[in-house]
């Protein structure tokens, strides 16, 4: 086992505990009930320009880097 291997386990094992211990938290009444809140429920359909201009960008990045390297 390389010096590689047991840096990036420790630190994903230092990430999980971080995850958890703060996982104990919760919001409060005056995060969790206020007027702004987010609409998570938004269909697909009214992401759909943003969606195609993302892959437009990464249809060209990718034509790009095909025709470059």
């Keep these: ?16 505990a971080i995850f958890f ?10 995060q969790t009930e206020r007027d ?13 320009g943003c969606l195609i201009q993302a892959f437009i960008i990464l249809g060209a990045i990718i034509i790009l880097n095909y025709l470059l390297f």
């Design 21 to 30: 211990y703060f996982g104990r938290f919760q919001a409060s009444k005056k």
């Design 1 to 16: 086992m390389d010096l590689n291997s047991i840096f990036f386990g420790a630190l994903a094992l230092i990430s999980i």
């Design 36 to 48: 702004n809140r987010p609409q998570w429920g938004k269909s697909l359909i009214e992401y759909r």
